[in-house]
């Protein structure tokens, strides 16, 4: 079954920037990395899990919520099946766990919402402090 693992969190002043990896991999049947839509989540204590961004399977479609819009950057490499979410002017409210997770219904677009995506890897603990 394919597999993601997001890392790269960590504590980080605001102001600052972090960079996160979503590594895929053991990929089986007829998909690869190439036919993957890959969305960035993050889930806050006490509060629910949020979509804030996603790179279609191509790469040339992006998509990010407000609160990031202008400050994180969605990125990725086919040959190294990583995708990356580099982070920059990090805020005190941008203090989550975040998720990386694989869409391979997308086609050439891609989207925030979870209920597109059934693939899902362990989280990475961001940060921020003030």
């Known amino acids: 079954e394919v597999q993601l693992q997001a890392s790269g969190g960590g504590l980080v002043q605001a102001g600052g920037s972090l960079r996160l990896s979503c590594v895929v991999s053991s990929f089986t049947g007829r998909y690869g990395f190439h036919d993957y839509a890959i969305g960035w989540f993050r889930q806050a204590p006490g509060k629910e899990r949020e979509g804030i961004a996603c790179i279609s399977r191509g790469g040339v479609n992006q998509y990010y919520v407000d609160s990031v819009q202008g400050r994180f950057t969605a990125s990725r490499d086919n040959a190294e099946t990583t995708v990356y979410l580099q982070m920059n002017n990090l805020r005190p409210e941008d203090t989550a766990v975040y998720f990386c997770?694989?869409?391979?219904?997308?086609?050439?677009?891609?989207?925030?919402?979870?209920?597109?995506?059934?693939?899902w890897g362990q989280g990475t603990l961001v940060t921020v402090s003030s």
């Open positions: 997770a694989a869409d391979n219904t997308a086609g050439e677009y891609c989207y925030v919402s979870d209920y597109s995506y059934n693939l």
